[in-house]
């Protein structure tokens, strides 16, 4: 079954920090997507990747980049850590023409920012 | 851009009880449709999907969702929840690009 890992479950972390989420998928899927789940919200696509060192921006890109140097990982960074980027993160792969038939998600981390 | 709307933010059940949730979306073209669940303390996974055929969709756990394509609505039913039932379920859809666009779920509590 495919599995998607995501680095950490739990994240605390300081304003104004650096923060690296990092995610990694055994499948050989082209696409993964970070998205952020908060009550009430759902879940936002924050930015997706289709291809190695491609990438295109979701609904809330803002204050977030992204890195796909390898196919099997989808890095998301927080350049300067806000209160507001409190939130659980999630991680997820799909497979290209027949696999856009579901993501895959990781087991998300949750992110504090103090 | 596409949109999802889940009407129902928190439904409490009684076990046995019968569950319709509501989904609708606002692309008009080719959509591939999806319920996905998130049982407490778990990860998102996949309940059922729509892609072509029949409109009326089976999944895991007795759980279906009928495609009405006049109504843009993708509702998932369940003639009789169970208290393993209680969790967050998510609509999404894709159209012609690679994004899955979701809904902002809806929290089921099914009392024993």
């Known amino acids: 079954d495919v599995k998607v890992t995501q680095s950490s479950r739990y994240l605390v972390k300081r304003t104004g920090e650096k923060v690296f989420l990092e995610c990694v998928q055994d499948?050989?899927?082209?696409?993964m997507f970070w998205y952020r789940q908060d009550p009430g919200l759902g879940l936002r696509l924050i930015y997706f990747?289709?291809?190695?060192?491609m990438k295109e921006k979701g609904d809330i890109p803002e204050g977030y980049s992204v890195s796909r140097e390898k196919k099997e990982r989808f890095s998301l960074i927080l350049e300067s850590a806000s209160t507001n980027q409190t939130s659980m993160y999630l991680c997820a792969s799909s497979g290209w023409g027949q696999g856009y038939e579901k993501l895959f998600f990781g087991s998300g981390t949750q992110l504090s920012v103090l | 851009a596409q949109s999802v709307s889940q009407h129902n933010h928190h439904v409490i059940l009684s076990e046995a009880a019968s569950l319709e949730l509501g989904c609708n979306y606002s692309y008009g073209g080719t959509v591939n449709l999806f319920w996905y669940v998130q049982y407490p303390g778990q990860h998102l996974q996949l309940l059922l999907k729509?892609?072509?055929?029949?409109?009326l969709v089976k999944g895991i756990k007795g759980f279906e969702a009928e495609f009405i394509k006049s109504k843009f609505s993708f509702n998932l039913r369940k003639p009789s929840v169970q208290w393993s039932d209680t969790a967050e379920y998510f609509c999404?859809?894709?159209?012609?690009?690679?994004?899955?666009?979701f809904g902002t779920g809806t929290s089921l509590t099914v009392i024993p």
């Open positions: 729509y892609f072509s055929g029949d409109p």
């Open positions: 999404a859809v894709t159209g012609t690009g690679n994004q899955f666009y």
């Open positions: 499948m050989d899927h082209e696409n």
């Open positions: 990747s289709y291809d190695v060192k």
